[in-house]
């Protein structure tokens, strides 16, 4: 295996040197994630899932199959919060290490390789998208919207994969970048827009033909799927696509991270 190759392989060990440094500055702040974690569902819940479940009334049923609306789409906003939190953790956070606070800099400076530090830093992403989605998966259990434990365990699953799909690509993204302005335009023309064609609200189905194959490309649509199956306990025959979709976002992302990253910290 030439060097050259070996950069791009993460440690099996090493990564985790990198976790633990993201471990040690978060509990130092970890207490203000605690506090959203816990509000950002209710919040959620009470604006968009009560208060425009009011509005669209019994209507809902026709689109629901059977259920309140509150129910169809809390699981699908758990999904898109997920998304959120794992765009947001791959853009400043990442761009701040490499531009302004140098961070990564002084990490390469040790043994560890840049396939190393992209995957520490994409891992650490993934934990606090267990973290939160943990609360909110507490949250619709105590109102009755997820069907038991395990269905609360499945939508947390989910929800960190769905956040590490959208995580990975940003990452890769974000590496590339100078400054901040990108990212504007990544969270107003794609990222926000995404919450509104996944099926976050009503079904994929009702979009024409053209929205429908663009939506199955992107890993909201597929998050939004397995997050209301395990909710609402229904069986979802095709989830191993949805899963295998949502991986190929994650490793891809990370893969393409790693080679960017360390290019840029080459020249």
């Known amino acids: 295996m030439s060097a050259a190759f070996a950069q791009l392989l993460p440690h099996p060990t090493r990564w985790r040197h990198v976790v633990n440094y993201m471990l040690s500055v978060y509990r130092r702040e970890w207490q203000g994630s605690l506090f959203s974690a816990f509000i950002e569902p209710l919040v959620i819940l009470a604006g968009l899932g009560i208060g425009l479940g009011v509005l669209v009334g019994d209507r809902a049923a026709t689109i629901t199959g059977g259920v309140s609306y509150v129910a169809y789409i809390a699981p699908a906003l758990m999904a898109s919060s997920a998304m959120n939190l794992g765009a947001s953790e791959a853009a400043w956070p990442i761009l701040a290490r490499i531009q302004w ?12 390789n840049a396939a190393d530090v992209m ?25 009755g919207i997820v069907s038991g434990l395990p ?35 990544l969270f107003r023309m794609i990222i926000t827009p995404l919450s509104f064609f996944s099926g976050t609200y009503f079904p994929i189905e009702t979009l024409p033909a053209p929205a429908q194959a663009i939506a199955w490309l992107t890993p909201l649509a597929h998050g939004v799927a397995l997050d209301r199956a395990f909710a609402l306990g229904r069986p979802l025959p095709d989830a191993w696509i949805h899963v295998a979709a ?7 992302g990370t893969i393409v991270a790693s080679v960017l990253f360390r290019r840029r910290m080459l020249k």
Do not use: C, E
């Not at 606070?101 to 560890?112: G, S």
């Not at 891992?123 to 259990?141: E, H, I, N, P, R």
């Not at 949502?246 to 891809?252: M, R």
């Open 151 to 185: 269905g609360a365990l499945g939508t947390v699953a989910a929800s960190a994969l769905t956040g590490l799909a959208f995580a990975a690509p940003i990452t890769a993204f974000s590496v590339t970048r100078q400054n901040d302005q990108g990212f504007a335009f």
């Open 119 to 143: 995957v520490g830093a994409i891992a650490f992403v993934g934990g606090k998208l267990v973290f939160t989605a943990s609360f909110f998966a507490a949250v619709l259990l105590g109102f």
């Open 246 to 252: 949502l991986l190929a976002w994650t490793i891809g």
């Open 101 to 112: 606070v140098r961070v990564y800099h002084a990490i390469l400076a040790t043994p560890l």
